[in-house]
Structures are given as C-alpha cells and as structure tokens.
C-alpha cells in the first residue's frame, strides 16, 4: 500500500512538473527567432513556468480524488499556498532581471502612448498577482469576509492568467509561431477548464444528488450531530476517517462549503451519513439551529486518513472534536466486527464535554477497545490523565513495541505537533503516524 | 510535520523550475540559435 502511494506521488508529481515544463520547452522546437542573452532568455523562461504553476492552482484546489489521495487534502491546499508565492516570485522577478541587465526591450518609452500593449497586460497580471497574495496572506488581519475574499481570490487569479497570456501574445516573441500560440491558448482553455469543473460541473452534478437531514442529535459538548440521507440516489462509499464538503445554507454553487469528517460507519445502510459538528463560534453556532427535513448537499468522500493495516494495533489519538473521524473508524470497525486492538486516547476539558462517551463505553464491549479519557480540567476525585497527552502517557498505556503499532491523529493544531514529536522521541517511524489538518481552509 | 511536506515539496518544485530554465536558457543562447 505504501509502496503503491508512492509510485501515485511520484506520477502526479511528474505530471504536475510536466505541465509547468512541457510548454516551456515546445517553445524550443520549430523555427526560432534570433536568440538573446543568456539573462534575457533566463528571464522569460522563469516568467513562462511562472504563469503555467499559476494556471495549475486550478488544478489543486479542483478536489481531484485521485491526486489528493495519496497525500492527504491538506497537503495539497498548504502546496497550492506555498508554491503561490513561488509562482508569483518568478513571475515578478522575470522583468527584475530584464532592468537588472538592461535589455533592450524594456528601455524607457517617452510617453505612456508608447508603451506596447502587451507592457499593459504584464503591468496588470503582476499587479493582480501582489493583490491576490496580499489579500490571501493577511485576509483576516484585513477583515475581509471568506466568502467575498474566495470570489476575489478567483477573480485576481483570472485577471493574473489572462494578463499574462495576453502580454506574451502582445509581446509576440516566441508565441508569434502560431503553433505555439496555440498551445498556450490551449493551456489557457485547460486551466480554467479545471476553475469550471470545481465551481460548475462539481455543483451541477451535486444538484442532481442532494441529502436530506433526517435527524439531528444533540451531542454532549455543545455538539450537534446531523444525520443525512441521500435524496433520490444511493449515497457515496466513504473509508473511515475521510470528510466531505458540507453546504448547508444555499445552493452548491455557493462558493463556500466547509470539510467535516464523517463520524457514522462505514457501514451505514443506504448510503446515510452523519456528520457531528462543535459549536466553535463560527458559522459553527447555526449548525444547532438545522431543522430535520432540510435538503443539504455533500462532495465527498475526500482524504487519506484512513484505518491501517489489519493486524497491528491502532492506536487512536483524539483532542476535542477530533474524536469524529476516530468514532467512525470504530464504529465501522464494530460493524465489520474486526477484532484488531484498538486503544483510544481522547483528550478533552472536563468529564461532561467528552462526545459521544456513553457510545465508546458501549462500544467497548464489542470490539477490542481500550479508552484512556485525558481531562485538562478534570473533576474532584479525577484518578485517570490529565493534561496533555505526551509521550510518558504512550509509555503507561501501550505495549512497549511502539514502533509497530499505527499511530492516528486528530485535534487542534498544538496538540498534534506536539504529539508529533512525542511519536519522533519514541523513535517511531513516520510511515507508522497518520494524520490530517481541518484547519486548512 | 504535515505542511514540512508540503513546504519540502515547494522547495523541490522551486529548484526544478529554476534548473530547467536555466537549462533552457543554456540550450537557446548555447546552440539554437
């Protein structure tokens, strides 16, 4: 499986190279015109790669199962953030290095008049460019609201593409061979075939497939629990541990839906799902106020983690409502009635806001379950953990060979990095730890 | 450790692009003229 995930990485990376180099390097091919400094050539090189890794944002942000699988959702999203300060900085250093070396072709005009339009297109992408990172970068500090930002961000990054290609037609080097004007054409219709496909055909397609919320539980620590059906079709198969987009309050083609793991089985007949969602003062707070009977809609399944291999032992680490994806993983497992050992460490405030605790009680008597509750806040009388859960707490609950059990972790951000390196301190091999990050929208 | 992946994978991306077209720009002034 590992090996296998592998191999998925190393093919969608070379793709991913490939369609940023490819079209750089047809420029090579047929009749070209007299070359110009090494500098020069250097220059545009970078601001062609440039432009093609901006169009490829699309691309990873377009929810393709196939290519997030082997990494993981939140891989991908903090890639598409970091290489679009990579991009950009190609992009602005292309004409850096033409003043640097003072090439002709961008020797002063004398009157705005003169400047050629494809000047005017280039001015223009970069400028769209430092504005769609900037507004990205620091949103919140900004105070810009998410979903007025998200269309922004779309429209900045069209304008940037468009200006881009439109300033290397303008600029009429390379791209005034018509075949490879073309190309770049075509890799301009494929980039915003990808925008289409995730803000069009995805919505057109979950139109067809809506859910219907049947029931929503009340769950303890100010937690709601919202069970949906399919409305008119059989559901998705989804894997233990994965989430899917929830767009609750409008139409799928509302540029905003929020991921949420699913907490029911696997199992769960006639393709229902449930998912259980904290109050954490967000748009969160509404989700109480969902009444049965309301039509929602779902894009799923989504992610990498998943339960592991049969025979070793899983050992399941929970902060807070990091319990969801983890009661899914047990509730399935109880379900297929798989006897693997499985020690829950669940970590919360105090002894009444642990979700779902009646149920893992329940649970423990049907699968092969051991539960070490972890309370910062703990009650009068308290006996088990408190605190944070660390590396001596592994040693006292889990059998000494740390390093073949598997390792899955969810709950805020502090907690799993410092669990993370707990894992590392106990020598425990990186391929033996699963984790995945919600906090990457 | 997640997003050191990811930030791993920019830098290799980074290094590439910029090798290649430094490659590039070799090929084009060094023999296709």
Known sequence: ?441 | MRRLLANRLVVLTGVIVVALSLLFAWLRVGSLH
Request: aromatic share 12%.
């Open chain 1, 1 to 441: 499986m590992q090996s296998q995930d592998l191999a998925r990485k190393a093919i969608w990376s070379a793709i991913y190279l490939l369609f940023i180099l490819a079209p750089l390097f047809a420029l090579l091919t047929g009749t070209l015109p007299p070359a110009r400094s090494f500098g020069t050539e250097f220059s545009v090189a970078l601001g062609y790669s440039g432009l093609a890794m901006m169009g490829l944002q699309f691309g990873l942000t377009a929810r393709f199962r196939h290519v997030t699988e082997p990494w993981g959702e939140d891989v991908i999203y903090h890639f598409h953030r970091r290489v679009s300060l990579l991009a950009v900085g190609l992009v602005v250093v292309h004409p850096l290095i033409l003043f640097a070396i003072r090439s002709d072709k961008l020797a002063m005009p004398e009157s705005l008049l003169e400047v050629p339009w494809g000047a005017w297109f280039a001015f223009l992408s970069i400028g769209a460019v430092i504005v769609l990172v900037v507004t990205a970068l620091w949103r919140q500090q900004l105070k810009i609201p998410y979903e007025l930002w998200h269309l922004s961000h779309i429209v900045l990054a069209l304008t940037a593409i468009f200006g881009g290609v439109l300033h290397m037609i303008g600029w009429g080097f390379y791209l005034t061979d018509p075949f490879k004007r073309a190309l770049w054409i075509c890799m301009t219709i494929f980039w915003i075939a990808l925008l289409l496909y995730v803000r069009l055909f995805k919505p057109l397609f979950m139109l067809r497939r809506p859910y219907r919320v049947t029931e929503v539980r009340v769950e303890r620590g100010d937690t709601t629990t919202l069970v949906m059906d399919p409305e008119g079709h059989a559901g998705f198969r989804f894997k233990p541990g994965q989430f899917g987009w929830l767009n609750v309050w409008g139409s799928p083609f509302r540029i905003t839906g929020h991921p949420f793991s699913f907490s029911s089985s696997a199992e769960a007949a006639n393709g229902r799902v449930e998912m259980t969602i904290r109050n954490l003062g967000d748009f969160t707070s509404k989700v109480k106020a969902i009444a049965a009977g309301q039509r929602i809609y779902l894009d799923g399944p989504y992610g990498a983690f998943t339960i592991g291999h049969p025979t070793d032992m899983h050992v399941l680490i929970a902060g807070g409502i990091g319990i969801t994806p983890m009661m899914s993983m047990i509730r399935t497992l109880t379900d297929r009635g798989d006897k693997r050992p499985l020690v829950l460490m669940y970590g919360g405030k105090t002894w009444d806001s642990l979700t779902f605790r009646e149920e893992l009680e329940t649970l423990k008597t049907r699968v092969d379950l051991r539960i070490v509750y972890v309370l910062s806040d703990p009650p009068e009388g308290w006996n088990g953990e408190t605190g944070r859960i660390d590396a001596a707490m592994f040693r006292r609950h889990l059998p000494p060979e740390y390093a073949d059990h598997e390792y899955f972790i969810c709950g805020p951000d502090p907690m799993m990095d410092a669990i993370e390196t707990a894992l590392g301190e106990m020598k425990v091999p990186r391929v033996r730890y699963h984790s995945e990050r919600y906090s990457f929208v």
